[in-house]
């Protein structure tokens, strides 16, 4: 079948803006000011080691602009997220996330026919090699999916190795297209292997949030019907997850990218760095976080303890580093969540004892000062286990979400003519050289 996947859009230079002085001991350097298409101008400091012999230094890159990118924008302070320049709320709203997957590995929305190819092309490679079962049986039934995730995906470089090949266009597309297929299979069967329960396979009929939601909870021995709603809530987190600009693990893949590594070792990478209760594995930790603090009489208690700067204790699934204001996602998911347990008759206390953590950390000054707002995560974890997800599969979900935003970024690199292999350097401060004759005891 003949992909019609459209062209990858082309870089164009960013615009130059002027430029900035940097003056030291006596010399100075003069370094051009780019401007994108809007967001933060930046100050291309590429010649500054030539010019005047300085690093720049900026621990967890808060202020450095790693590459250019067309796929994710955000704007912290006013709570913008856009992909491919549509407003995160529509696409929640109207689209589907394999609409929003084509949107952001080609650039543009599909048409009903590109739409109807690529949804089929992902059916066609949902299945995994039935060797890759065995994967399964080397891991403890016990074990987080995020490791069987990690390990499995790293491993499919041994089944498809067409996919290993990032020579061209077609065979980066290849592999992106096996990765979003496969990545909710592995993660199904990640969850079905740890109850010990048979592995269902996707069917055709069924679309990429009905046949997850099947592989995870359907049984030989009892038909599933997979809820409208459930399907729909849990295509709309899909899409919540999918990208945003160059988080860690997004960073951690155009890193591995960057050395020429196949996708699948990419992927794995990413898996690992989302992992983090920091990243993605926040929204396991609101749920154990909201349980330890069990009523709203001990939130005072608990957030006098996150103030503490002796205790390590943070409110999980507030701050991010870049919005300053809401995240736009935290809403869209709070909705969701309303639906979902509407659709259920069911009031959840962690709900309510969530929303009374949110109203009083809102009026409280130390998250006012800090701009501390709920992220993605604080409320995920509820949803996520009114559907019926257990919570060591959260970050799991998270993954497959993400599969879609880590495979555009990493196939839009091969495309930006400034792409070279990671590098940062450091600021030392460790012994300068020193004799090893005086120093040795023995
Ligand atoms: C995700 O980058 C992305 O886009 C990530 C993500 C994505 O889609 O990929 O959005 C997904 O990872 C969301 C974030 C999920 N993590 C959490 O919810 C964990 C709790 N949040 C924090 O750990 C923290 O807010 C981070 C990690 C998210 C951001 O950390 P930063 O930007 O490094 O902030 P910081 O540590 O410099 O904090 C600044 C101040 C500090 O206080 P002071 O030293 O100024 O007194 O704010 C405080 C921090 O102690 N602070 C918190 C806090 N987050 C920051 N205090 C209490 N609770 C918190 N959650």
Known sequence: MTQSTPSTPSFSPPQDEGCVKVTYKGKTSKLPVLSGSTGNNVIDIRNLQNDLDLFTFDPGLGTTASCESKITFIDGDKGILLYRGYPIAQLAEHSTFPEIAFLLLYGNLPTRHEYNEFVNRLEEKSLLHEQIRNFFNGFRRDAHP???????????????????????EESRDVSAVHLIAKIPTI??????????????????????????????????????????IFSRALDRILILHADHEQNASTSTVRLTG??????????????????????????EAVLKMLRSIGSKENIPE?????????????????????????????????RTCDEVLAELGEHDPLLELAMELEKYALQDDYFVQRKLYPNVDFYSGIIFKALGIPENMFTALFAVARTVGWVSQWKEAFNDPLRRIYRPRQLYTGPEERDLKGAKHN
């Open 146 to 168: 995020m490791s069987i995730l990690c390990g499995t995906v790293a491993g499919l470089s041994a089944f498809y190795p067409e996919g290993t090949d990032t020579s061209n």
């Open 187 to 228: 993660a199904a069967w990640a969850y079905k292997y740890s109850r010990g329960e048979p592995f269902v396979y996707p069917r055709a009929d069924y679309s990429y949030s009905e046949n997850f939601l099947n592989m995870l909870f359907a049984r030989p021995d009892a038909p599933y019907k997979v809820n409208p």
């Open 258 to 283: 960057s050395t020429g590594a196949h996708p699948f070792a990419c992927i794995a990478a990413g898996i690992a760095a989302l992992w983090g209760p920091a990243h993605g594995g926040a929204n």
């Open 302 to 334: 608990f957030i006098a303890k996150v103030k503490d700067k002796n205790s390590d204790v943070r409110l999980m699934g507030f701050g991010h580093r870049v919005y300053k204001n809401f995240d736009p996602r935290a809403s869209i998911m709070k």
